[in-house]
């Protein structure tokens, strides 16, 4: 059953634009067609799908558990090293420095059970996340050493 979003107060509708997503297959296809414009040159117009960008941004800090859920729904589509890479750096990064206390039990038992998900936990910095939930990020990483930007 696909995820509505019709409770979701995103951005644009609180500016009065045009588009948000209306379901989290759609946020899925938002995003990937914008990191593939991003990471392999422009497949589609960056500005009529930058909307994607700004709703997971806005999941990540107000609805973590449906973050997850989209991280994990992008992830499981098989994407480049790059288009990986930006989901790390992007959206997951985001979801634990703004909500990482919610989430991080998860993100470790997954880490733990998937070596490809610990791999793309390994492309997220610290950035404003406390040291100990970074300490968390790292050990279920499995990184010895500390990545600064």
């Known amino acids: 059953m696909p995820v509505d979003f019709s409770d ?5 509708k609180k500016d009065g634009r045009d588009h948000w997503p209306k ?3 759609e946020l899925v296809v938002g ?7 991003q ?3 422009p497949k589609v117009d960056v500005e009529e799908v930058f909307w994607a960008w700004e709703a997971a ?13 989209f991280v994990l729904k992008v992830f499981e589509k098989g994407m480049s090293e790059k288009m990986l890479s930006m989901l790390a750096a992007g959206p997951l990064e985001d979801l634990l420095e703004r909500n990482g206390a919610v989430v991080i039990d998860r993100i470790e038992t997954m880490a733990r ?3 490809k998900f610990r791999d ?10 406390s040291n100990d939930l970074w300490q968390r990020v790292e050990r279920a990483a499995n990184r010895t ?5």
């Open 39 to 41: 990471a392999d040159g």
């Open 113 to 115: 059970q998937d070596p």
């Open 31 to 37: 995003w990937i067609a914008l990191a593939t414009a």
């Open 23 to 25: 379901t989290m297959d």
């Open 120 to 129: 793309l936990l390994g492309g997220v910095w610290q950035n404003a996340m």
């Open 8 to 12: 979701v107060e995103f951005s644009a």
């Open 57 to 69: 941004s806005d999941l990540t800090k107000d609805h973590p558990d449906l973050a997850l859920q």
């Open 145 to 149: 050493k500390r990545r600064t930007p």
